[in-house]
């Protein structure tokens, strides 16, 4: 910083950075700013090397723009965090590298898939985008992330061993979504729990473990299109002698099919229990 005043990279209008390879960005001995939203795009990956602070506007990051898979990985340096100024943080990936931190404040954050079928874990199980416990854990929100989303974008999801340490930074909704023909969205391996938790899925949510919110609700829905065309499950399904605990309110929800247990299932929730299929 000798002689220097500055050293930042700094963007003062609500503008797109796009490249045709690789995005990075460094300001080694200051930031990363921009005083408005701001939306970087890439084909190859994205790096930020260095803490970022967001503006007045969204903060949207596309770290595979050409959808081609393989390459498009989001990764922010250890010990750096980017800050979004309690802005909504919309991340596409082929996969994240949260060696960093993700602090949105009140706003919310979304992470999804960068093509169809992209398998996604949640935790302990890898998949084509893991986001591992630690990784979580460094995501910051009061308004609660979403992790998948449209039918255009991801598939499967596995969640396995969230604990309550990992999630607990998330002060909000952890919104799964399996909107993909024919996509699942499978609780596996160790218990996981949640400050909340909806889990959405084309075509069934299952589980052979215990799932838990401390805070608030638990929602499980295995027909999230309400239709049976292409599906071949549209369940909720639980398979082993487990516990399914909301803080507040438990609802299940499977409207093509139904809802099964093939051993002993236990349901508690403090503020009700709504069963709406068979």
């Known amino acids: 910083t000798t002689a220097d005043n500055t050293n930042t990279v700094a963007?003062?209008?609500?503008?797109t950075l796009t490249s045709k390879t690789h995005l990075t960005?460094?300001?080694?001995?200051?930031?990363i700013t921009a005083t408005a939203a701001l939306t970087l795009l890439a084909e190859e990956g994205i790096s930020i090397l260095d803490d970022m602070t967001g503006g007045t506007g969204a903060l949207v990051i596309n770290a595979d723009n050409?959808?081609?898979?393989?390459?498009g990985t989001l990764t922010v340096q250890t010990g750096k965090t980017i800050t979004s100024n309690n802005q909504a943080v919309t991340i596409t990936a082929w996969d994240v590298d949260l060696d960093g931190s993700l602090a949105a404040g009140s706003g919310a954050v979304k992470i999804t898939g960068s093509i169809s079928g992209q398998t996604i874990g949640v935790g302990d199980t890898a998949a084509n985008m893991h986001i591992a416990v630690l990784e979580l854990q460094r995501i910051t929100s009061t308004a609660g992330l979403t992790v998948g989303g449209s039918s255009?974008?991801?598939g499967l999801v596995?969640?396995?061993g969230v604990t309550q340490a990992s999630s607990a930074n998330i002060d909000g909704t952890v919104t799964l979504q399996a909107f993909v023909d024919d996509s699942t969205i499978s609780f596996a391996t160790a218990t996981s729990t949640f400050y909340a938790l909806a889990a959405q899925a084309d075509n069934g949510v299952t589980g052979a473990v215990d799932l838990t919110t401390d805070t608030g609700i638990l929602y499980l829905d295995g027909d999230y299109d309400d239709s049976t065309t292409a599906d071949n499950?549209?369940?909720?399904?639980?398979?082993?002698?487990k516990t399914l605990t909301s803080k507040t309110h438990l609802t299940l929800e499977s409207t093509a099919n139904s809802i099964t247990a093939t051993a002993a299932l236990t349901l508690l929730a403090e503020e009700g229990i709504s069963i709406l299929d068979d």
Do not use: H, I, P, Q
Request: proline share 0%; hydrophobic share 35%.
């Open 11 to 15: 963007w003062t209008a609500a503008k």
């Open 25 to 31: 960005l460094e300001s080694t001995t200051n930031s």
């Open 66 to 71: 050409d959808s081609s898979g393989t390459d």
């Open 152 to 154: 255009a974008r991801g």
């Open 158 to 160: 596995t969640v396995d």
């Open 233 to 241: 499950t549209n369940t909720v399904a639980w398979t082993a002698a």
